[in-house]
């Protein structure tokens, strides 16, 4: 294994003196007291599934714990792109884990942040943002651009400390489907992974009728 990998997979104290550093500085950016721990970057990779083709963008990726998840289940490098505010979280993720791309700006203004993407198809996406810090309407949207740029078969992935589902019903209703996953008590504070996916077309209630109706 040679240095850089070597760098990438071993977390410890470097990471959390950053974080803790950015938590004091930027409290509702950074959202979190400390990394995730592996439990949670591993529900976070595994909801993520096994995308076989087109990109995966992590949001919020900090010092990485989640990136290093989805590289253990085997995704490739050149097909993680990351979107991070913090410029010095930024420079570490480059220097950790290139070949994968990072975008340094703000993963609320999708269309403006992944502008270079031209239209490249993504897959996934894996958020780690402290969603609750921001109104129900930031989060619509955000949720809104990423589908956007998805389509049907796309995913968003999400953490959350709290105990709903932190994109409110009122925002799913009709449009999203919800998977809620099981409480990751490992982690400190303890957390749970959600995934969202477009809600499929309710069935035509006529469709079933006229094919009775042809049969006769
Ligand atoms: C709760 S931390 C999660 C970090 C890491 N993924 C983890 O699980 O340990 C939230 C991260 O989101 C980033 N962030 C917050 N708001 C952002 C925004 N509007 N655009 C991009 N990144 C943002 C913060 O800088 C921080 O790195």
Same mark, same amino acid.
């Given at each position: $294994?040679?240095?850089?990998?070597?760098? %990438?997979?071993?977390?410890?104290?470097? *990471?959390? @003196?950053?974080?803790?550093?950015?938590?004091? +500085?930027?409290?509702?950016?950074?959202?979190?007291?400390?990394?995730? !721990?592996?439990?949670?970057?591993?529900?976070?990779?595994? @909801? @993520?599934?096994?995308?076989?083709?087109?990109?995966?963008?992590?949001?919020?990726?900090?010092?990485?714990?989640?990136?290093? %998840?989805?590289?253990?289940?085997?995704?490739?490098?050149?097909?993680?792109?990351?979107?991070?505010?913090?410029?010095?979280?930024?420079?570490?993720?480059?220097?950790?884990?290139?070949? %994968?791309?990072?975008?340094?700006? *703000?993963? =609320?203004?999708?269309?403006?942040?992944?502008? !270079?993407?031209?239209?490249?198809?993504?897959? @996934?996406?894996?958020? +780690?943002?402290?969603?609750?810090?921001?109104?129900?309407?930031?989060?619509?949207?955000?949720?809104?651009? %990423?589908?956007?740029? $998805?389509?049907?078969?796309?995913?968003?992935?999400?953490?959350? =400390?709290?105990?709903?589902?932190?994109?409110?019903?009122?925002?799913?209703?009709?449009? =999203?489907?919800?998977?809620? !996953?099981?409480?990751?008590?490992?982690?400190?504070?303890?957390?749970?992974?959600?995934? =969202?996916?477009?809600?499929?077309?309710?069935?035509?209630?006529?469709?079933?009728?006229?094919?009775?109706?042809?049969?006769?």
């Amino acid at each position: $294994m040679n240095d850089q990998n070597r760098n %990438a997979r071993r977390p410890g104290l470097r *990471d959390s @003196a950053h974080f803790l550093k950015s938590l004091l +500085s930027t409290p509702h950016l950074t959202g979190a007291v400390a990394p995730s !721990g592996r439990a949670l970057a591993r529900a976070m990779a595994a @909801a @993520a599934g096994p995308p076989e083709h087109g990109l995966v963008v992590e949001l919020g990726p900090g010092t990485g714990p989640v990136t290093r %998840a989805l590289f253990d289940r085997g995704l490739d490098p050149r097909r993680l792109m990351m979107v991070e505010y913090n410029p010095q979280f930024c420079s570490l993720l480059e220097e950790r884990f290139a070949p %994968a791309r990072v975008v340094q700006g *703000d993963a =609320y203004d999708l269309p403006r942040t992944l502008a !270079g993407l031209a239209g490249e198809r993504v897959s @996934a996406f894996v958020s +780690s943002l402290p969603l609750l810090t921001r109104p129900p309407g930031d989060r619509d949207k955000l949720l809104g651009d %990423a589908f956007a740029l $998805m389509g049907e078969g796309g995913v968003f992935v999400q953490f959350t =400390y709290g105990l709903v589902s932190p994109i409110p019903r009122a925002i799913l209703e009709g449009r =999203y489907s919800a998977h809620r !996953g099981r409480p990751i008590l490992a982690n400190l504070p303890p957390a749970r992974v959600w995934t =969202y996916r477009l809600e499929a077309p309710a069935p035509d209630p006529a469709a079933p009728r006229r094919r009775r109706e042809d049969r006769l």
